[in-house]
């Protein structure tokens, strides 16, 4: 018994020897985080571009929706435009209409005058054979012997000049008044009417003038709208062009960016991928360390050992709640659960120095029942981006009483409805969603109510 217990006294310093002998050995590979630390600053640089353009995309968005207010009010402006352009296009309408009325007016007043002057001639010549009867009458008067009578023939200038004497009228009524009162009546009448006549024509064909002279205004008051019109719809169209080349630029940017989230994405899987080699290198060396105290103990004790190669490259110690720690490797927590920023902080933040990249473990054996691993913004910020403030996460649930979840990774390596062992890879470490740098947000809930993961897990 005495030599069974220097044995194993034996075999726990070489294994503690051995392993950190290995830790020392691994320590390049893990060091070689520096690496990533370099290729962290390309992807920082890549960030850092990637700020810059979406800077770029939200001026340009800016200047698009300071345009579009603007051809908004140009737009409205050019409406005003239109509906004075129909207003007096109504008005020219109206006036059309009145010149059609008074151009008919003038058309039937000129017709009118044409009867009249016909009227009057044919008149004329009436008057002309009644004045005949009344010379042949004078004549007889003459002969007659009548001295007065023929005083006033000679003295007067014209025949009309005769009737117009009152003293000759009123003699000639004795001998046939009613002949000269139709000669007079029917000239005064046809004068007035003429009158008349030309006199409604020069008023129509004032008005005529006068509403020509308010359609020319018009015109050239339409003519104006029109040129405004016309210059509201160029800067429309120039304001258009200017927002397509902004929404080309903005489009250019947004691929530039697209491109850089699918390098930011390359570079983090790979660095994951070297994390995970590395932290297995670890591991496998921890192991062979830990194989070799164990055959050289064995060999001390005179003991034959067979190596085996099965090992589980991480294998989790559980607590006495039968959860393990989720981010094996680090175990420095830079938040911890309850009341934080003005809310409950519902988890913990294990943030320890190079976790970038570094794997997320299943806590316990379960199912998967919901994976969100489309966050390609892997990098620090002080707002959420996706995932409900938790980027790209794992909720793995436990019997139906227990769930974990697993939030800020890079990347998620599991699907839903997979079953995880206890200690499985489920993803690797990163920054994405609401987070202000690498860490593993961690959460242990029962039945749904988030719980302390302190009571369940310990580093």
Same mark, same amino acid.
């Given at each position: ?133 009344f010379k042949e009458r004078l004549c007889a008067m003459y002969v ?58 020069? $008023? =129509? #064909? ?9 359609? @020319? +205004?018009? !015109? %050239? ?12 719809q160029a800067e429309i169209d120039s304001m258009t062009l200017e927002?397509? $080349? =902004? #929404? ?9 960016? @697209? +491109?850089? !989230? %699918? ?78 920023w003005g809310t409950t902080h519902r988890g913990i933040d294990i ?109």
């Open positions: 018994m005495k030599k069974l217990n220097i044995v194993k006294k034996t075999l726990s310093f070489i294994t503690c020897s051995a392993l950190s002998v290995g830790i020392i050995a691994a320590y390049p590979m893990i060091s070689g985080k520096s690496g990533t630390k370099a290729s962290a600053k390309t992807i920082a640089e890549l960030q850092e571009e990637r700020k810059a353009n979406e800077a770029k995309i939200a001026d340009l968005q800016s200047q698009i929706d300071s345009l579009e207010g603007k051809k908004s009010q140009e737009q409205q402006y050019q409406a005003t435009l239109n509906e004075q352009i129909e207003i007096i296009r109504n008005n020219i309408a109206i006036l059309n209409k009145e010149l059609e009325s008074i151009n008919s007016d003038i058309e039937t007043t000129e017709n009118n005058i044409d009867v009249l002057d016909q009227s009057i001639i044919d008149q004329q010549e009436a008057i002309d054979k009644k004045v005949e009867v007659s012997g009548n001295d007065n009578l023929a005083t006033v023939v000679v003295g007067t200038s014209s025949f009309y000049d005769m009737l117009s004497r009152v003293e000759m009228v009123n003699r000639i009524a004795s001998y046939d008044e009613e002949l000269i009162n139709d000669i007079l009546g029917e000239i005064d009448a046809m004068e007035q009417s003429k009158k008349d006549l030309e006199s409604e024509k020069l $008023t =129509l #064909e004032m008005r005529l003038d006068e509403q020509k002279k308010r359609k @020319e +205004e018009k !015109d %050239a008051e339409m003519e104006v709208y029109y040129e405004k019109t016309r210059q509201c927002q397509q $080349t =902004l #929404e080309s630029d903005k489009a250019s940017l947004a691929a530039m960016n @697209e +491109e850089f !989230d %699918a390098q930011i994405q390359a570079e983090i899987q790979r660095q994951a991928e070297e994390a995970q080699r590395a932290y297995e290198a670890r591991v496998q060396a921890e192991q062979e360390a830990a194989r070799q105290a164990q055959a050289a103990a064995a060999q001390s004790s005179g003991e034959y050992y067979t190596p085996t190669y099965s090992e589980p490259a991480y294998i989790p110690s559980p607590s006495a709640s039968g959860f393990s720690w989720p981010a094996p490797g680090f175990c420095y927590i830079s938040s911890g659960y309850g009341y934080r943030g320890d120095a190079g976790i970038h990249g570094g794997a997320a473990c299943a806590a316990k054996a379960g199912t998967v029942i919901y994976v969100n691993n489309s966050c390609t913004h892997d990098y620090a910020k002080n707002g959420n981006c996706c995932g409900d403030g938790y980027g790209n996460y794992v909720l793995i649930s436990h019997d139906g009483t227990y769930s974990t979840l697993y939030g800020h990774l890079a990347s998620a390596c599991v699907s839903v409805g997979q079953s995880v062992s206890q200690g499985q890879v489920i993803g690797y470490i990163g920054s994405t969603g609401w987070s202000t740098g690498a860490h593993l947000h961690f959460e242990v809930r029962v039945n749904g109510a988030a719980q302390d993961p302190m009571g369940y897990v310990s580093p």
